[in-house]
């Protein structure tokens, strides 16, 4: 391989860079921050796994900060992982690939492409992650896990993974998968730590991760992780959508899912802190999801009728709080739903994936512990998400899925989260806030769905 380097003066880049970015930037799905014009990028870090005036194309690994008008000036604004490919020309296969020909600065007369969606760019990424070791600011480790624990092959053919995600993901001869993480926040991803300890502590729930690279400087940020690529699996999604279209209860799949979600919550409790929740926690907690109601309703005028009722949910867990509740705190998953557990082929085990949390809330916030019934409510809101993108609308199938999940869960953790039903409607509530945001971002389409939960949990249903 050619001796590849970290450019030390990254800002001689942007004239080449800016001008390109403008445009393609916020057409990106994984771009957080549509909505606002942006006005501006800064180069954090700019590194050469291939030299872009090498024989072949070139991969620049960049660091963008990008701001937007929407913020206060002293925001240094969201800061992006870019994996840019550079070649003279463009073979027709990377066409789609497409950012644009650099007009101005070092990279004048070099075409500009997504460099994830050339296998031989993303082979070379792979043949870092096997090689542990630094690359100017980049860092490649392995998990050094059971003794035997296999080193990925190389050679192994990739491709993009082309779904619609928040990050990347390349697949490596369908044995690996390398997600790469685009809008970054400083501190360790909990979508490798978590499943870090859940390996290291024998669950075998979640894919290992095998393989990651992060930077120190800047950040900390975690930039990717390779773990094994489930092959022939489907997700609980796609699952839950054929059963209702079959008239299929899916009441035993839902129960096993139950199961699954307290057996990676036992998991994760014995690995990581477990913090009692109550009295002033339990107030700040409620006062985080009132804040959010507060800013969900700024973002979708829709909410704004529902406001006062919903947040009585979460006066409600305050209430408690106050007169002495004590709940367990632990790390938890923080984004599940049904598209989170993957089947294994024929009827296989689960798997639980994307460890990340809601990716528009702040890493510290993300990291806490918090009680596990975050992560049921999440399930519970999917079971009625895929009720009401099915059509006829069926709700008792719904409510079905969602007392199997309860019950299945409650066999595994000992205890059953319809126990604590101001904890769950408060988080069901919460979630059902976060995704009429979602929605509006994303799928202006889908927001009735979450709006009709809304509606429901207003109501006091
Ligand atoms: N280990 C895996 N094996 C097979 N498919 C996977 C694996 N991990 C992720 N996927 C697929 O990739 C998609 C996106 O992964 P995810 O971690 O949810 O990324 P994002 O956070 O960008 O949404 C998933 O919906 C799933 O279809
Ligand atoms: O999987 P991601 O980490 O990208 O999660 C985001 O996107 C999800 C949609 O893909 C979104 O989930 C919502 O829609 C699902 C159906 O597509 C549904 O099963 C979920 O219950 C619902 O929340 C998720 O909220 C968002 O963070």
Request: charged share 20%; glycine share 10%; aromatic share 6%.
């Amino acid at each position: 391989m050619s001796e590849a380097a970290s450019i030390r003066t990254p800002l001689a880049l942007l004239p080449s860079l800016a001008p390109l970015l403008h445009p393609w930037l916020p057409r990106q799905r994984w771009f957080a921050g549509k909505g606002s014009a942006v006005t501006g990028f800064t180069l954090v870090s700019a590194t050469e796994l291939l030299p872009v005036r090498g024989p072949g194309p070139g991969l620049l690994h960049l660091l963008v900060r990008v701001r937007q008008a929407d913020r206060p000036r002293s925001d240094e604004g969201d800061c992006y992982q870019l994996l840019i490919g550079t070649r003279r020309a463009l073979p027709p296969a990377l066409a789609p690939a497409l950012i644009g020909p650099a007009r101005q600065g070092p990279l004048r007369g070099l075409t500009l492409y997504e460099g994830t969606h050339d296998p031989r760019l993303a082979g070379l990424l792979l043949e870092r992650l096997r090689t542990p070791g630094t690359l100017g600011p980049l860092r490649f480790e392995r998990y050094a896990g059971a003794p035997g624990t296999p080193v990925p092959p190389g050679g192994l053919a990739a491709r993009p993974l082309g779904a619609e995600q928040s990050n990347s993901s390349l697949v490596y001869g369908d044995a690996y998968i390398l997600k790469v993480f685009r809008r970054l926040h400083p501190g360790h991803n909990p979508d490798l730590e978590l499943p870090l300890a859940l390996a290291r502590a024998g669950c075998d729930r979640v894919p290992v991760p095998v393989a990651w690279y992060a930077s120190a400087e800047p950040g900390p940020y975690t930039l990717g992780v390779l773990q094994p690529f489930l092959r022939g699996s489907r997700d609980g999604w796609v699952l839950a959508l054929e059963a209702l279209a079959a008239g299929d209860p899916f009441r035993a799949e839902a129960a096993e899912l139950g199961r699954v979600t307290a057996e990676v919550h036992t998991a994760l409790a014995d690995a990581l802190p477990v913090v009692k929740l109550g009295g002033a926690q339990a107030e700040e907690l409620a006062a985080g999801m009132a804040a959010r109601l507060e800013a969900a309703a700024r973002t979708v005028p829709a909410l704004r009728p529902y406001a006062p009722r919903l947040r009585a949910a979460f006066d409600a867990v305050a209430a408690l709080g106050r007169r002495g509740r004590i709940w367990a705190a632990q790390r938890v998953h923080g984004d599940l739903h049904l598209g989170q557990l993957l089947r294994g082929p024929g009827g296989g085990p689960w798997s639980v994936i994307d460890f990340e949390g809601e990716p528009t809330r702040p890493l510290t916030e993300r990291c806490r512990p918090q009680p596990a019934v975050r992560d049921v409510a999440g399930m519970l809101r999917s079971f009625d998400y895929a009720a009401r993108t099915h059509r006829p609308w069926n709700p008792a199938w719904a409510q079905a899925c969602r007392d199997a999940y309860c019950a299945g869960y409650a066999r595994t953790a000992g205890a059953d989260p319809r126990e604590e039903p101001a904890l769950l409607r408060a988080y069901e509530t919460d979630k059902a806030v976060y995704e009429a945001v979602y929605e509006a971002r994303h799928r202006p389409d889908w927001l009735p769905v979450p709006m009709a939960a809304v509606e429901r949990l207003a109501a006091g249903d």
